[in-house]
């Protein structure tokens, strides 16, 4: 039975290599823990009870604070920095009509009202957000 748990144990850190989400590896750790009963002697049923506790105890244990480690984080784009900045209303602001850019940091912008009222052209506001090309605005 040891071929038998080093093969799992392979075929999980290949899983887990191929994945790279935590996955597998609980499994593989299981795996070891039925390799060791084995070695020992212990009968099947109890290498798969061992192999069951240690992959349960590992993901229980482990994953919460690995989880942190390899979850993605956004990272702010260069388009983030235009949000809590002043802009100058180039075109009059209408979400109605469909109408409305604004020039923030030498960018212009295409911009809708965040209150939805009508923002005229020469207006300074603040941009409150980025919703996809436009940002929202709202009057000083």
């Known amino acids: ?13 290949a899983g887990e290599a191929a994945t790279v989400g935590l996955v597998c590896i609980w499994f593989a750790a299981g795996a070891v823990g039925g390799f060791l009963v084995a070695v020992l002697g212990g009968q ?64 212009v912008w295409t911009a809708r009202s965040a209150l939805g009222v009508v923002i005229p052209a020469g207006t300074q506001v603040k941009v409150q957000r980025i919703e996809g090309v436009k940002v929202f605005v709202e009057t000083l």
């Open 44 to 107: 099947f049923w109890f290498q798969l009870i061992v192999f069951a506790a240690v992959s349960a105890l590992t993901l229980a244990l482990v994953r919460p604070a690995a989880a942190r480690f390899i979850r993605p984080r956004r990272s702010p784009t260069n388009a983030d920095r235009v949000v809590d900045q002043t802009a100058s209303v180039t075109e009059t602001i209408d979400n109605e009509a469909g109408t409305g850019q604004v020039n923030v940091l030498g960018q």
């Open 1 to 13: 039975m040891t071929a038998f748990w080093l093969i799992a144990f392979i075929a999980f850190v």
